[in-house]
């Protein structure tokens, strides 16, 4: 079965300081891959996604960047964090060109800038 | 870019009550995921719409997919305690360079009061 695994649960960094999160997924191959911020609790804003390695689609103008080094590992990176940057940063995944599933996301990071 | 609309934003009701919370579009939408999301968890796929005028059940859970396919709602009977979350509904692109991106509503926080 497919799993999705986030690391770390909960980071407290400084404003400017780097970030690194890291998503791997496990059991698919070639999946789409997504990074989503969620601030307060509410909607979800696509910040990244990728349909392979090396290929990565920026939603928004940000203070972010994404990688995807291998088929099934993306990472969310910024060289120095902004009090704005805190925020629930989810992982998910898709099947390539699959109509009929969801995504599955991952359990999330809970960034606090201070 | 596409939005969806998704009201009402909260909702509490006594247990054993119904919800309803609806998405809305301005333009058609492609397909609709809906998704729920647990206090302090991740948004956890439910189910996925495609034709228009569609209706699925899950349990105490009501789906539709409206006939012009601008709107669905999810209605849930006789709540229960369980049910707490956030409720979100997801527009999925279908065609194009952004094949699965999904765009969120904003969700709708129900509290099921005992």
């Known amino acids: 079965s497919q799993t999705i695994h986030q690391w770390p649960a909960t980071l407290v960094q400084p404003v400017g300081s780097p970030l690194s999160l890291e998503c791997t997924v496990e059991g698919t191959s070639n999946p789409n891959l997504y990074w989503y911020r969620q601030a307060a609790g509410r909607g979800l804003q696509l910040l990244f996604y990728?349909?392979?390695?090396?290929?990565i689609s920026s939603e928004v103008p940000q203070n972010l960047s994404a990688s995807r080094p291998q088929d099934r590992q993306f990472i969310l990176s910024s060289k120095k964090l902004l009090l704005s940057d805190s925020g629930f940063y989810l992982c998910?995944?898709?099947?390539?060109?699959?109509?009929?599933?969801?995504?599955?996301f991952g359990s999330g990071t809970r960034l606090t800038v201070v | 870019g596409q939005q969806v609309m998704q009201i009402p934003q909260y909702q509490h009701v006594q247990e054993g009550e119904d919800f309803t919370t609806y998405c809305n579009s301005s333009t058609t939408l492609s397909n609709i995921q809906w998704y729920k999301q647990r206090p302090g968890g991740h948004p956890v796929f439910l189910i996925q719409l495609v034709k228009s005028g569609e209706v699925k059940k899950q349990k105490r859970l009501t789906f539709q997919f409206g006939e012009a396919k601008k709107n669905s709602s999810l209605h849930i009977t006789a709540t229960q305690t369980t049910d707490v979350g956030t409720y979100f509904c997801?527009?999925?692109?279908?065609?194009?360079?952004?094949?699965?991106?999904?765009?969120f509503g904003q969700g709708t926080i129900l509290t099921v009061h005992p």
């Open positions: 997801a527009d999925r692109v279908l065609g194009g360079t952004s094949y699965g991106k999904l765009t």
């Open positions: 990728s349909v392979g390695i090396g290929q």
């Open positions: 998910a995944w898709s099947r390539d060109r699959g109509r009929d599933y969801g995504y599955t």
